[in-house]
C-alpha cells in the first residue's frame, strides 16, 4: 500500500499519562496559586474544588468523600488497603500487573492469612461468580496493561458484608460505574482526564467510612496513609486538606480538565468519546486479519487502554512501533513490559477520533514495512 499522507494531528496515544484534552494550553491556566502555600485560603479553596467539582460531576452519592492524596492511583489504592483491610478474608481479582500488584502487596507485605488469589491470564477475566462478598475484594475495574476490564456491576450485590475496593484509574470518567456497589474508588489524573502525575483520587462511601473508625489495623501506619484522628475520620482531608504538599500547577491542570470535562456533556460525554474512539480500532480489526484485541471476549473489552496482539513475533512488534514513532504518528504504544508482545493504543477522551482514524492506514502500513 501507498504510504499515508494523513498523520494524526496529536500523535499521543500513551496510556499514561495521557494526552492532554484538545485544545490545551498551558498559558490558559488560572495559576494564581503558584508560589502559594497549598494552607492558604486559596490553596484550601482550590484544593477542595478538586474534591467538590470531582463529585458534583462524577455524580456521586450522598456521603461519599473525595480526596487528593499522595502517589498517584498507587498511592490511593495502598492507602486503602493498609488501612481498611484486616477484618474480614479478602479476596484479591487480578488479571492483569496491577492487579497482580495488589495481590503482592496484601499477601507477602501485608500478610494477610485470609487472603484468597482470584487470577486469570492477559486477555482472560476472573470468574466473577466465584467471588464471595462476604469477604472485602480488591479488584481492578479496567486493567490498564491488558485491555481487560469488567463488563458491569451486576456481579456486585446491593446487599454484602464486605468492602468493595476498586482500582479504578482508567475507568473514572470514562466507564459507568456502579457508585452505591462500590465501597473504594481510586484512580489518577493522568489517565482519562489528561491530567499530570503524582496525585492520586481516593472516594470513600459510608461502609468504607465506618469501617475506618470502628477498626484500627494492627501495623504501623506511615504518616502518608493515616485518614483518622482519635477513631474519627479527618474530614479536613476530603476539604482540600492534603497530608502533604501537592503541585499547585497540577491542581490548575485538573480543574482546567474537569471544566473541559462539562464543555463536552460532562461524563456521558466523555463515556461517549470514549466509545467512539473504540468503535475506530474495531472496525479496522474487523477489516484486518493481522491483529486482533488482546482482550477474548468483547463485553471485557476496554474502551481507554486498548491493547492489541499481532501476528509477527516480538522483535517486529517492537519495530513497528518504532517505526511509527520516528514516522511521528504514534507515541508510547508499545505494550506494558509485563504484558504479552503488541500495541496498546489509548482511546481515552483527551484522544481526537480524527486522530485514530488517522492512524489506522499508518498500522496497516507500518505492518507491511514490517512484515
Not at 499547585?248 to 461524563?267: I, P
Not at 473489552?301 to 517505526?323: F, Q
Request: glycine share 10%; proline share 6%.
Amino acid at each position: 500500500m501507498n504510504r499515508p499522507d494523513r498523520k494524526p494531528q496529536t500523535p499521543n496515544f500513551s496510556s499514561g499519562p495521557c494526552a492532554k484534552r484538545p485544545g490545551y494550553d498551558v498559558a490558559k491556566l488560572d495559576l494564581s496559586a503558584l508560589g502559594r502555600s497549598h494552607r492558604s485560603s486559596l490553596g484550601k479553596k482550590l484544593l477542595g474544588a478538586c474534591c467538590s467539582e470531582t463529585a458534583r460531576i462524577l455524580g456521586l452519592p450522598a456521603g461519599y468523600r473525595v480526596a487528593v492524596v499522595p502517589a498517584s492511583d498507587t498511592g490511593a489504592v495502598e492507602m486503602a488497603m493498609w488501612s481498611l483491610l484486616g477484618v474480614r478474608p479478602v479476596d484479591m481479582l487480578a488479571w492483569e500487573s496491577f492487579g497482580s500488584g495488589w495481590v503482592t502487596d496484601v499477601m507477602k507485605q501485608l500478610k494477610l492469612k485470609d487472603a484468597r488469589k482470584l487470577e486469570a491470564g492477559y486477555g482472560d477475566i476472573v470468574d466473577l461468580a466465584q467471588v464471595d462478598f462476604s469477604h472485602d475484594v480488591v479488584f481492578t475495574w479496567n486493567g490498564t496493561t491488558s485491555g481487560v476490564r469488567v463488563p458491569n456491576g451486576d456481579w456486585i450485590p446491593d446487599s454484602r458484608e464486605g468492602l468493595t475496593i476498586c482500582d479504578a484509574t482508567s475507568a473514572v470518567f470514562a466507564m459507568e460505574l456502579p457508585w452505591n456497589k462500590l465501597d473504594v474508588v481510586t484512580y489518577s489524573w493522568q489517565k482519562v482526564l489528561g491530567g499530570e502525575g503524582g496525585h492520586g483520587m481516593l472516594i470513600l462511601g459510608p461502609r468504607a467510612v465506618e469501617r475506618l473508625e470502628s477498626y484500627a489495623p494492627p501495623w504501623p501506619l506511615p504518616k502518608i496513609f493515616r485518614m483518622t484522628s482519635g477513631g474519627k475520620l479527618n474530614e479536613g482531608l476530603f476539604k482540600g486538606e492534603t497530608i502533604n504538599t501537592p503541585s499547585m500547577l497540577c491542581v490548575a491542570d485538573y480543574l482546567d480538565a474537569l471544566q473541559w470535562c462539562e464543555s463536552v456533556g460532562g461524563v456521558k460525554g466523555t463515556i461517549a468519546r470514549s466509545q467512539a474512539n473504540l468503535k475506530v480500532v474495531e472496525d479496522f480489526v474487523a477489516a484486518t486479519p493481522w491483529i486482533d484485541f488482546l482482550a477474548k471476549t468483547p463485553a471485557t473489552r476496554s474502551n481507554t487502554s486498548v491493547c492489541l496482539s499481532l501476528d509477527l513475533p516480538e522483535d517486529k512488534v517492537k519495530a513497528l512501533a518504532k517505526l511509527l514513532e520516528a514516522e511521528g504518528v504514534a507515541y508510547d504504544i508499545g505494550s506494558y513490559k509485563d504484558a504479552p508482545p503488541g500495541i496498546r493504543i489509548w482511546c481515552g477522551a483527551t484522544v481526537e477520533r480524527s486522530d485514530l482514524e488517522a492512524l489506522m492506514p499508518w498500522l496497516a502500513w507500518g505492518y507491511e514495512q514490517i512484515k
